[in-house]
């Protein structure tokens, strides 16, 4: 589905902290030791950066980095998911899932840069064709490799703004 192009697919990016320290075990407590609750805690942080910025009301829906059918069932969360919809809780915006992960790609830790970009190179698909501006949320931010795709992704899709809010940049 290709409903609009971009040539710059994020607008902005925004994380709360590094991943080294506190924020990275936080991180990990939700991801790996399955510490669901962590998310409502990570999702208030990650709102509080958002209106420090002056972001909190800059877009029109919120949605996340989505997982392979495959990845999601073995996890039993997608935990870009879980932050996404504590964020908008807390900001007041609704939540819907518009990025589909068609391809079961291998894990982007183990990867160098130039290998994640490749990694991900046309993994995702829009839902539907919408309009707006969408605040795209993710746990990680290594390179940026999958944001970009997601974002080049919602562009195609149709949205006119992309702007990318993650807990921890590694």
Known sequence: MNCGTSARSIDRALFVGPYDGAWGALVRMLKFDREIAVARYLGQRMADALRAEGLAGGS?????????????????????????????????????????????????????????????????????????????VDDICTTGSTVEECALTLRRGGFQSVTVLAVARA
């Open 60 to 136: 029109d829906l919120v949605t996340f980095v989505p997982m392979s059918r495959r990845d999601r069932r073995e996890r039993g969360f997608n935990q870009a998911e879980l932050l996404a919809r504590a964020v908008a809780r807390c900001i007041g915006c609704p939540t819907r899932r518009v990025l589909a992960k068609t391809v079961r790609t291998p894990p982007q830790g183990r990867l160098s840069a130039a290998a994640r970009k490749r990694n991900l190179r046309g993994a995702f698909r829009p839902l539907r064709c919408e309009q707006g501006r969408v605040l795209l």
